[in-house]
């Protein structure tokens, strides 16, 4: 395996904040609605790594170094992992475990809706990010996960409709967002220059 | 046979603490440590008021409020079998969007507050419209302590102990006419001490403002307040004076009123301005109509912890029906929201 220390150090920098998050609500130190701060981080964790995720093609373009490629599909699953996080917390400190107003909640709020929509693209893409699903699904394997893009527009949007007051924060978001889609138009794409490592390559 | 001869320095069974004493150990400890401390601070902070309420900061109090203090009538209305929430979460998890949109931004932010001198404008269709400053303001009044639940369209709540005066004996002072149908509120409007005013990107329009029907405001549980937990409020909870309308949505007792305007037409609120079909004009607590994002039949009880979570039903009229249904009798309260 290539870039060992790499893949570790990725590793570790993205399990480390839902480990701190969990033990400063353990230990008091979320103010008095731990559950509801713990569910807001974790769904902002997931937008995060789906960012980060769809960055590391560009950051290959422009630095030419292979390293971003390497834990593409790691940075990927952990935002899988944060999404999973984002639900089972929603289900267990607001919902309460209550299946019966899941369903409620399923029905009437489009939010929620679109919430569960990315999630479910977000389920499909990590369960065909193995090799096999790569050789089984062959073409259409590349197909289907451009659905990621359909996805951050889900996620951007879930966003969108929890903002009450001021937009600054998912303009933020929203605007990276756009930054990055942009970078993948074929004419765009094509054009962004080589920065670094020129020389290495044609070695 | 065994002949056991206690060392000098041997435990006896007479010092063995009880076991009592032993578990509550902390509360002694910081029983006394409390005590050490109340005892070393200035003379202003001792306040015996203050001392009513755990963990209560002392504040500044301005000399009016001091005053009026001591004629305090407390515990005028208060709640059965429920606890007070803890002054520490009822001062850093807030809603006071002018301060940011976080609810620990007021805390951290409201310090830029000046309340001193403060002054209140009261106009509209009143006999003795003016501009008060705020000690000549609260002059007629006598303040009384409300312990109410304080419930969040955001499905929170507490349980806080208010200390004000009730609307109706302001309405008395100023002797609205015969065309004022409304009270209207407004929150000062000071983007130099307002970081949320700054934002550019704030859905809110400026000043915050909020209103109530004028039988509404008649009610006596409706006050405004001046004080929580024995002591002035806090900045960041509306300081030097603010609404408190129970059976109603949080949002709608609008904090640090500057003005105060009796009108014949229904005031435009700030929520209802930016979502209508969220935010009402009425906001009343009501377990039956949810909010469009979600549902109003329960509320989070702060502080909840994560695995004892602290959810209730939410009660009709924050469960204040008794004082306050009859204002409604007639009225559609799933098109009235």
């Known amino acids: 395996m290539r870039y060992p220390f790499w893949r570790a150090g990725v590793f570790i920098a993205a399990a480390i904040w839902p ?26 964790g997931t937008l995060v790594f789906l960012l980060i995720t769809l960055s590391m093609t560009p950051l290959q373009k422009l630095t030419g170094w292979a390293g971003w490629i390497a834990v593409r599909r790691q940075v990927g699953l952990w935002c899988f992992a944060y999404v999973v996080l984002h639900l089972f917390s929603y289900m267990a400190f607001i919902l309460g475990f209550d299946w019966s107003q899941l369903g409620v909640e399923l029905r009437k709020r489009p939010y929620i809706i679109v919430g569960t929509l990315g999630f479910l693209g977000l389920l499909a893409l990590a369960v065909t990010s193995n090799r096999y699903s790569q050789r089984r699904l062959g073409v259409r394997w590349k197909k289907l996960h451009r659905v990621v893009y359909v996805i951050l527009g889900l996620g951007l949007l879930h966003m969108l409709w929890i903002v009450r007051a001021d937009l600054k924060e998912w303009a933020i978001y929203a605007f990276i967002g756009a930054v990055l889609l942009l970078l993948r138009v074929p004419t765009v794409a094509r054009r962004i220059p080589r920065l670094l490592a020129k020389k290495q390559v044609l070695q | 046979m065994l002949i056991k001869i206690p060392k000098a320095s041997d435990c006896h069974e007479s010092d063995v603490t009880p076991e009592s004493i032993y578990l509550s150990r902390r509360q002694l400890l910081g ?5 050490i401390a109340v005892s070393s601070l200035p003379r202003w902070a001792s306040a015996e008021d203050a001392a009513r309420y755990a963990d209560v900061e002392p504040g500044k109090a301005p000399a009016w409020f001091a005053e009026k203090l001591r004629s305090t009538k407390w ?3 208060n709640v059965k079998d429920e606890a007070i929430t803890p002054y520490k979460d009822a001062t850093h998890y807030n809603n006071f969007y002018e301060f940011g949109t976080d609810k620990g931004d007021p805390a951290a932010n409201a310090g830029s507050l000046k309340t001193e001198p403060w002054s209140v404008v009261v106009d509209g269709e ?3 419209p003016g501009r008060y400053a705020l000690e000549d303001f609260m002059k007629p009044y006598q303040l009384e302590e409300r312990i109410y639940r304080l419930r969040c369209v955001e499905a929170w709540s507490m349980v806080i102990p208010w200390i004000g005066f009730p609307i109706s004996a302001l309405l008395k002072q100023v002797e609205p006419t015969s065309n004022a149908k409304y009270i209207r509120f407004e929150t000062l409007q000071d983007p130099k001490s307002m970081p949320g005013q700054r934002s550019g990107f704030a859905l809110i329009d400026w000043p915050y403002v909020e209103g109530l029907r004028l039988d509404e405001a008649m009610n006596p549980l409706a006050i405004l307040a001046v004080g929580m937990y024995g002591r002035e409020l806090p900045n960041q909870n509306g300081a ?7 059976w109603k949505y949080g949002f709608k007792s609008v904090k640090s009123i500057v003005r105060i305007s009796l009108v014949s037409e229904q005031p435009k609120t700030t929520w209802q301005s930016i979502a209508a079909d969220e935010y009402g ?3 009343n607590v009501n377990p039956t109509v949810d909010h469009p994002r979600w549902t109003q039949a329960r509320e989070r009880r702060l502080p909840n912890s994560l695995f004892k979570p602290n959810v209730r039903d939410t009660q009709m009229f924050n469960g204040y029906s008794d004082e306050v249904a009859s204002l409604y009798t007639g009225l559609d309260l799933r098109k009235n929201y």
């Open chain 1, 19 to 44: 480990l701190f998050w969990f033990y400063q609500a353990f230990a008091d130190l979320l103010g008095p609605d731990p559950g509801k701060v713990l569910v807001d981080r974790l769904g902002l």
């Open chain 2, 31 to 35: 029983a006394t440590a409390a005590g």
């Open chain 2, 75 to 77: 515990g005028a209305v």
């Open chain 2, 126 to 128: 009143v006999v003795k």
């Open chain 2, 240 to 246: 030097p004076l603010r609404l408190v309308v129970p």
């Open chain 2, 281 to 283: 004009f009425y906001a």
